[in-house]
């Protein structure tokens, strides 16, 4: 067994050792490493091809037409374009965005932009385990509103969404819908030609590809209009300019065939370690599972309180544990996760909560370690504290 042990695949995961072996070629003298849009020559032709048929391996996996994937640098940029491209494109004067109080950081400080700008931005308010009600959703559509965000699964509590409510509400209204997937595409079942989404993010290092490389897809019909954030070769449709890089996008297309065909096998190895996880640790009594019941929460991702510690401290514990007191966009801040303040928890309760994610290498073995050892760590912090008065 490797130490440390990691359970922290929300926040990124090793890439698959058959994504590795298939970026190799596109790197060096020997290989394909020729610039995609070079198609004057053989060696760029070659590249092209490579391109396309991993583009096509993406939108397979969401049932898309591969013509809707564009190419990004990752899911950040992707919500960035989805958000901004959409309001840009519509004038920046009195248009109206709907979201959450718990979107990653790359919708809500994107949001937070489109407000510096002048435009408005309605923050929805989770239930108690983090659902966004669909009739929410269409409360807060006014005439102005020309898009609503809302992400598939929630990279901290693991809440899995209704979009497919909540776009039947957006077509409702004739509003744009926008769906940040980055920790739910390839964890969860997603159909786009049946579910009413106008753009989704996706990211390559969430389903074991490389960093670096994310896509978003832009419905075709009806079409979606949005503007450029990069500027540019006109790469990507007009949408994203910038030199392709051959062996991210390779690495991500593989990274996306692998889980289309292992989806409901990864599905249940994550969802069973995550209860023998569970289990585990409840022995020790007082943990409490933050967000939905399991049949409204991704397999593989555990947010678990502890009563009587602070998570901070029990860190230092864990050398031989990769675990983190919430996302890694934030984690950085000392503040109480925002994501678990949203949904009503206290302070306390908030300071006192670990983020703990499995995957597809996760083993029996490294959960039995992690058990003993979050444990002790648990256990030693409870002795220390303080006996009320």
Do not use: W
Request: glycine share 10%; net charge negative.
């Amino acid at each position: 067994m490797r130490l440390p042990v990691y359970l922290d695949y929300a926040a990124t995961t090793p890439a698959d050792p058959a994504v590795v072996e298939a970026m190799v070629p596109y790197l060096g003298l020997e290989g394909c490493f020729a610039n995609p849009a070079s198609i004057s020559h053989a060696a760029g032709r070659t590249a092209r091809q490579a391109v396309e048929q991993a583009r096509s391996e993406i939108a397979a996996l969401v049932n898309a037409a591969p013509e809707e994937i564009v190419f990004t640098s990752g899911a950040t940029e992707s919500d960035n374009l989805a958000l901004k491209g959409v309001v840009h494109s519509r004038g920046m004067s009195g248009a109206h965005v709907v979201t959450s109080r718990i979107e990653h950081k790359a919708v809500l400080d994107a949001a937070r932009s489109i407000e510096a700008d002048g435009g408005a931005v309605t923050y929805l308010r989770p239930e108690a385990d983090g659902r966004i009600p669909p009739e929410r959703v269409a409360e807060a559509i006014r005439p102005e509103t020309v898009l609503v965000s809302i992400m598939l699964v929630n990279n901290e509590i693991g809440v899995i969404e209704d979009i497919a409510a909540i776009g039947a509400v957006c077509r409702e209204h004739g509003v744009l819908f926008h769906v940040d997937a980055a920790q739910g595409a390839g964890k969860v079942p997603v159909d786009l030609a049946r579910v009413p989404v106008d753009l989704m993010s996706f990211s390559g290092h969430k389903l074991y590809g490389p960093k670096g490389i994310g896509a978003l897809y832009v419905r075709r019909a009806p079409e979606v209009r949005l503007d450029a954030l990069v500027h540019g070769g006109g790469h990507e449709q007009g949408l994203r300019s910038g030199t392709l890089a051959t062996h991210q996008i390779v690495g991500m297309g593989k990274a996306f065939a692998i889980a289309r065909e292992r989806l409901a096998e990864d599905a249940a190895h994550c969802g069973r370690l995550s209860a023998q996880l569970l289990e585990g640790l409840q022995r020790l009594g007082g943990v409490h599972v933050n967000g939905p019941a399991a049949e409204h929460r991704a397999a593989h991702i555990l947010d678990l309180a502890f009563d009587g510690i602070v998570a901070d401290s029990l860190l230092y514990f864990l050398t031989d544990v990769a675990v983190s007191t919430g996302s890694a966009c934030s984690s950085g801040s000392r503040a109480p996760s925002y994501v678990l303040k949203a949904i009503g928890l206290s302070d306390e309760r908030a300071r006192s909560s670990l983020r703990v994610s499995v995957g597809r290498f996760t083993t029996d073995e490294e959960i039995a370690f992690a058990v003993e050892h979050i444990g002790a760590g648990v256990e030693r912090l409870r002795a220390m504290a303080p006996s009320p008065a």
